[in-house]
């Protein structure tokens, strides 16, 4: 899609805008606790993802391709970091976010910042749509590894949402995060509620993780 140079430039004004006291609070937050606590890291963890997609619009407006190289990155301590962020928003529905773990790291090749969005979005879908406890599996299956995320029933929906092409962008998200990554990604609506699945390709045994 090409932008008129108008339009673009408003655009990019309205980024920059964004950026700059993103980044400020980033240093802030850096400079005011060198040592982070799981609350300061759960923080820091959504102002990274925010410059994720700040820089995702950015290359949506100007062309160009947003990401990093995929590189060895265990999804257990990803995603242990992504609930700490939503645990909160669990207890404040009267619930809690379960994890039964039988998959080791789980190592896999990816680009860090989309994996970890990815998972956001698995884990707030599940909150904001469904009904509590939500609970996390991760399996070996194989060469792959495997995160189920299930909630308890379906929450009550207001309006018409389905329609709203505002929404509906966490799975898609999700799908094409597993594609890139020669994985899949399923959803499945049940009485008892709605179960994701995400299979991803361990990496092979020698990679050295990075992150």
């Given amino acids: 899609m090409t932008w008129p140079f108008q339009r673009r430039r408003r655009l990019n004004r309205a980024l920059h805008e964004l950026r700059r006291p993103l980044q400020a609070l980033m240093l802030l937050d850096v400079r005011a606790h060198p040592l982070a606590s799981s609350d300061i890291s759960a923080r820091r963890g959504l102002l990274e993802l925010t410059a994720v997609a700040l820089e995702e619009l950015e290359c949506e407006v100007n062309g160009g391709s947003a990401g990093a190289p995929p590189r060895p990155v265990s999804c257990r301590e990803l995603l242990l970091a992504t609930i700490e962020r939503w645990q909160p928003l669990a207890a404040s529905r009267g619930g809690e976010i379960k994890v039964f773990w039988d998959a080791g790291s789980g190592v896999v090749e990816a680009d860090a910042a989309r994996l970890g ?47 709203d092409p505002r929404h509906g962008h966490g799975l898609e998200i999700v799908s094409e995060l597993a594609a890139s990554h020669g994985g899949r990604f399923a959803l499945r609506h049940g009485g008892a509620g709605a179960v994701a699945a995400l299979e991803l390709p361990l990496a092979e045994p020698e990679a050295a993780l990075v992150a």
């Avoid at 909150?127 to 929450?155: E, K, N, Q, Y």
């Fill in 117 to 163: 969005r990815a998972f956001d979005n698995l884990i707030e879908n599940a909150l904001v749509h469904g009904l509590p406890p939500v609970t996390l599996t991760g399996t070996r299956v194989g060469s792959r590894l495997r995160i189920t995320i299930a909630d308890g029933g379906a929450a009550p929906v207001a309006g018409n949402g389905g329609s």
